[in-house]
């Protein structure tokens, strides 16, 4: 079976199109510029993204380049390399009503491009992974995780630094880190986190 094609990988909601083509309107050429959605990197949980007004014919040879809106009023351009991870997002208003909110049911996967060689026991090969791939992607928030234990097949981990009292923290570790430890260690049953959230300085648990 051949791979589907993707073609328009992310739409654009009315709302959306509505707040783009107002902000076009400042351009020099708007008829003739395009906004360009691209990701440029990812944390454990979300991807990162960039979204510029372009000109049309600064696309590249591979990017790909389609048009929203009912009568095709703003053209969007999307580099190859980003379509995958876009494919089924949408661009939207969030409920605030301020600024552009990219929805994408596309994860980051935490594990890509490093090369973890396991060994050990379940405790060992667990505190690898908070070491060499879990650690390193909490540092730029100030944060950290560490092992606690291990109970049967289950992990337990505290979250410290600027993790602790973080109102993401635990969506962090549920999303982030647990995925991270039970794709590298799949005989992982459940991450537990043990964090004393109320010890945080931003602490919100109450």
């Known amino acids: 079976m051949s791979e589907a094609v993707i073609t328009a990988p992310l739409t654009v909601s009315e709302d959306a199109l509505a707040v783009v083509l107002e902000v076009r ?15 440029t990197g990812a944390n454990m949980t979300e991807f990162a993204y960039a979204l510029d007004l372009v000109p049309l014919d600064d696309a590249a ?19 190859l390399d980003s379509a995958e991870s876009l494919d089924g997002a949408s661009l939207d208003v969030p409920s605030t009503g301020q600024g552009l909110v990219i ?7 935490p594990l ?34 560490t092992l606690v234990g291990v109970d049967g097949s289950n992990v337990v981990v505290t979250m410290g ?14 999303e982030g880190i647990s995925k991270m430890l039970k794709d590298a ?22």
């Open 161 to 174: 630094g600027g993790c602790q009292g973080c109102a993401a923290s635990a969506m962090t570790l549920r």
């Open 25 to 39: 309107a400042s351009e020099p050429d708007p008829a003739n510029t395009a906004l360009r959605v691209a990701i």
């Open 61 to 79: 040879d591979d990017d790909l380049v389609y048009t929203q809106g009912e009568h095709g009023e703003l053209s969007v351009i999307v580099p």
């Open 103 to 109: 929805k994408n049911p596309n994860t980051p996967d």
């Open 112 to 145: 890509a491009g490093l090369d973890l060689k396991l060994e050990g026991d379940l405790a060992t090969q667990a505190q690898m992974v908070l070491e060499q791939a879990v650690n390193p992607a909490l540092a730029s928030h100030g944060g950290f995780a």
């Open 185 to 206: 260690i799949p005989e992982i049953d459940e991450v537990i986190d043990a964090t004393d959230h109320t010890a945080g300085e931003n602490p919100f648990y109450t």
